[in-house]
Each structure stands twice: as structure tokens, then as C-alpha cells.
């Protein structure tokens, strides 16, 4: 069955960087266009970063952009989440997930990880 | 951006009732609107999507409907595993997706 495994999660100080990464398997990587998102402690969900399925396209808030870099290794079938510059309110439980759509982008996510928690404080 | 907001924040129902959670987005998403659950400790599970469609494996209790603005998610009796925080989302507005943020369900 689908399977994402997100990786990389701890603790940082305010400006450090931090990489994420998402293990998947069960399905054709390649195929799906795949996303970050994340949840503050106690608080709603927030989408943080989109890649297309051959990497050709990103995406991001202006919450993060500029300073959040999102890329995958198809090879591998690993996505990744370079964060830098980060801070306190980058605190939150990241998910990696999958669009449902397969080669085109739709817009919601039927298979999710369990998430890696990054924690911004000094 | 678009900004979803649902309605009530929370919700106490007891086991076996009708419960009745809304969605509203600031402006027309057509019928491009998902629902999910999340338990404690949990990712969010995909319910519901294209505002009525029950994902894969999602009972027909859980019922979806509306379009343009306005967006319901009805669960027809509230099991005991029911009883979570519900979030919509609209995809209407690629690439800015937005989540509302989330009705809790909770026993009364």
C-alpha cells in the first residue's frame, strides 16, 4: 500500500536550517505531484510547498518563500524540504503527502505521512 | 488568498446523532472542495473531495455537498471512531491552496 515516511525533524535555533525528507513507496513516484504541509501545536493545517512530478514546477507560500526549497529524487523515490533562515513560527509537524492526481496536479491529498516535528527555539 | 472558514469550532454531539458541519469560502471554489479528518496523533484522512465524492474506503454515513461558497459535510450517526477535527480545503485556487480551520467533533 502507499507509504510516506518523513524524516528529519528536531530541534533548531532561529536562523538554522534544517533538511526533510519523505521515504514513499506502494506507488509510481514519478507519477504524482507531491507536497509539504504543516501543522502548528494545537492549530490548523497550512500548505508549505508543491513539486510537479518531474520536478519542473514549485510552488510556495509567502510564508515560506525564499527561504524554503522543495525537490525530489525520483530515482529515489524521496522528496525533500530544505528550510533555512527559520523561525519560531516554523515550529510545527511537517507532512509530506500525495495529489491524488496522477502526471497533472488536482489539489488534495489522499495519502499522507506521519509527519516529522521541527521545533524553532533558542 | 482564499480564506475558508468553518463553522462551529466545536461541536458536542452524543453517539448515534446527526451532525452537521459547514465550510465557507470568501469567494467562489466551484466544487473544488476536499474534506478530511484528523484524530489526536494522526495525519488527516481524505473523506471527501469535488465536494461530494466519498474517497476510497469512506463510508456512506459521512455525505458531502454544496458548491461556489457555501459547503456542508453531514455525517448521517456519529460513531464513537467518528469523533475527530474536521478540515475543508479548497484547490479551486491553484497554487494557493487553503484549509479551513477545522471543526472538532466531540462526545457530549
Known amino acids: 500500500q502507499v507509504q510516506l515516511v518523513e524524516s528529519g525533524g528536531g530541534l533548531v535555533k532561529p536562523g538554522g536550517s534544517l533538511r526533510l525528507s519523505c521515504a514513499a513507496s506502494?506507488?509510481?513516484?514519478?507519477?504524482?505531484?507531491l507536497t509539504w504541509i504543516r501543522q502548528a501545536p494545537g492549530k490548523g493545517l497550512e500548505w508549505v510547498s508543491y513539486?510537479?512530478?518531474?520536478?519542473?514546477?514549485?510552488n510556495f507560500p509567502d510564508s515560506v518563500n525564499g527561504r524554503f526549497t522543495i525537490s525530489r529524487d525520483n530515482a529515489r523515490n524521496s522528496l525533500y524540504l530544505q528550510m533555512n533562515s527559520l523561525r519560531v513560527e516554523d515550529t510545527a509537524v511537517y507532512y509530506c503527502?500525495?495529489?491524488?492526481?496522477?502526471?497533472?496536479?488536482?489539489?488534495?491529498?489522499?495519502?499522507w505521512g506521519q509527519g516529522t516535528l521541527v521545533t524553532v527555539s533558542s | 488568498e482564499i480564506v475558508m472558514t468553518q463553522s462551529p469550532a466545536t461541536l458536542s454531539v452524543s453517539p448515534g446523532e446527526r451532525v452537521t458541519l459547514s465550510c465557507r469560502a470568501s469567494?467562489?471554489?466551484?466544487?473544488?472542495l476536499a474534506w478530511y479528518q484528523q484524530k489526536p496523533g494522526q495525519p488527516p484522512r481524505l473523506l471527501i473531495y469535488?465536494?461530494?465524492t466519498r474517497a476510497t474506503g469512506i463510508p456512506a454515513s459521512f455525505r458531502g455537498s454544496g458548491s461556489g461558497t457555501e459547503f456542508t459535510l453531514t455525517i448521517s450517526s456519529l460513531q464513537s471512531e467518528d469523533f475527530a477535527i474536521y478540515y475543508c480545503?479548497?484547490?479551486?485556487?491553484?497554487?494557493?491552496?487553503?484549509f479551513g480551520g477545522g471543526t472538532r467533533v466531540e462526545i457530549k
Open positions: 503527502a500525495r495529489d491524488r492526481g496522477e502526471n497533472d496536479i488536482i489539489g488534495y491529498f489522499d495519502s
Open positions: 506502494g506507488f509510481t513516484f514519478s507519477d504524482h505531484y
Open positions: 513539486i510537479s512530478d518531474s520536478s519542473h514546477y514549485t
Open positions: 469567494q467562489s471554489v466551484s466544487t473544488n
Open positions: 469535488d465536494a461530494s
Open positions: 480545503q479548497q484547490y479551486n485556487h491553484w497554487p494557493s491552496l487553503t
